[in-house]
């Protein structure tokens, strides 16, 4: 028979045993990124002045206000693509991490990423994803592309398998580059 000592070493073990297992049951945080237009926007430079001119400095500079200043107000603008655009991009696989899944780290991170206009054509986010786990998963993100705040497009990406403890990269496309967006969101949605 067990003395009393005995019995509350062993509910204490117990319940120590519990305490550790119980986090690691706890459901992995979702990875999310959120992406202002890079710095290599297209530029110009003014022949006489030498000034040069970005997306991020035309309007800044104090003058007479003609209707070819207010031509184009990036701000003012109120087009957007409705829908939600379901697409599913190629991934290029490039290298292995660390199997790190767990309560504090999630299934899938997404890492890197950037926002870029191709001219004539669309606006893209190139992003890294890292599957932490040991198993192969098909991560579904959702991407929002904004412009001030405002919403432009919202895009469905389901991505491929991607293996256990691989790194992959891929492209996201956005609205086209007729629509001005400063900002795109993405996060994982599943797994």
């Not at 993100?141 to 398998?161: D, I, M």
Request: with cysteine.
């Amino acid at each position: 028979m067990y003395g009393s000592r005995e019995l509350g070493l062993k509910a204490l073990v117990c319940l120590a045993a519990l305490a550790i297992a119980a986090p690691a049951h706890a459901k992995a945080p979702r990875s999310s990124v959120d992406i202002s237009a890079s710095a290599g926007a297209p530029e110009f430079r003014d022949p006489k002045t030498g000034q040069i001119w970005t997306p991020n400095n035309v309007g800044l500079v104090r003058g007479p206000n003609t209707p070819a200043d207010r031509a184009f107000d990036p701000l003012a603008q109120a087009a957007s693509v409705d829908g939600v655009v379901v697409q599913r991009p190629k991934v290029t696989p490039l290298g292995a991490v660390p199997i790190t899944a767990g309560p504090t780290v999630p299934l899938v991170n997404i890492e890197n990423a950037s926002l870029r206009a191709v001219p004539e054509q669309r606006w893209q986010v190139v992003l890294y994803l890292n599957n932490n786990s040991n198993r192969t998963i098909a991560p579904l993100l959702h991407c929002q592309f904004s412009n001030a705040g405002k919403p432009v497009e919202e895009t469905r990406v389901l991505v491929p398998a991607v293996g256990g403890g691989v790194r992959v990269g891929l492209t996201v496309s956005g609205p086209k580059t007729s629509l001005f967006v400063d900002r795109a969101t993405c996060k994982v949605e599943s797994p």
